[in-house]
């Protein structure tokens, strides 16, 4: 049976900014295990996420071995014990697998009591085969696969109505304090907005505006986006 926990697509920069917003200002207990942390060619370095958790303990599993897996490991049956694990990752690969709702539950299972797990996944993307491509998750379809834990946040970046990416955390036990956590993810998605349309505006500048001229608006888009970031 396919486990789809292959993540073959780039790791993209908005996962790793929200990763590291979670790592910030969430209590982060260990081991911490990611699922899908297979780096294939060209994404070897920019794809490690270890460096977003210094000095802790961090194992990389994925359905075969190869750069950043220290285990292979099925996420419809993950050979470790109930409760042995402080922290889930599984990012941009529940798309791969094929039944979500007992990769879940699986995963809530090895948490451990006041653990959390990350989850991330696209929804407007094009189909990618790695090695299969099985679904497409609104926000509230992660609010349904995250019940399994006694409380969850689900948020998301884009469009409301149609976004690109859907992210969510699973706490395994007290809710924790998380105002600053709400701060910086506002900020993040607030960010992939002006993404996001910028790349619109792009694409329209592309059709209207001379080459000269564009190159121009190109920068100066540039520089506004470098200088926002700078001040937070």
Request: aromatic letters at 12%; a positive charge; charged letters at 25%.
């Amino acid at each position: 049976m396919n486990t789809g926990i292959i993540r073959e697509e780039p790791v993209r920069q908005r996962i790793k900014d929200f990763v590291s917003i979670v790592a910030s200002t969430l209590p982060i207990k260990e081991p911490i295990y990611e699922f899908g942390s297979l780096q294939v060619p060209g994404q070897e370095g920019f794809a490690d996420l270890r460096p977003i958790f210094p000095g802790r303990e961090y194992i990389g599993a994925d359905m075969r071995i190869g750069t950043g897996v220290d285990k292979v490991l099925d996420l419809h049956d993950i050979d470790l014990p109930s409760e042995s694990v402080g922290t889930v990752l599984c990012l941009d690969t529940l798309e791969h697998v094929e039944y979500p709702r007992k990769a879940l539950e699986e995963i809530e299972r090895i948490v451990k009591p006041g653990g959390i797990a990350v989850i991330s996944s696209v929804m407007c993307f094009h189909i990618h085969d790695y090695p299969f491509d099985y679904w497409r998750f609104t926000p509230e379809a992660f609010r349904s696969i995250l019940k399994p834990f006694p409380d969850s946040f689900v948020g998301f970046a884009g469009e409301e109505k149609f976004p690109h990416t859907v992210v969510g955390i699973g706490f395994k036990g007290a809710f924790p304090q998380i105002s600053e956590f709400n701060r910086r993810y506002e900020h993040w998605k607030l960010q992939q907005m002006r993404l996001a349309n910028g790349t619109k505006l792009k694409r329209i500048a592309k059709l209207i505006i001379p080459p000269l001229l564009y190159s121009i608006f190109s920068r100066m888009y540039r520089v506004t986006l470098w200088r926002s970031r700078r001040s937070h």
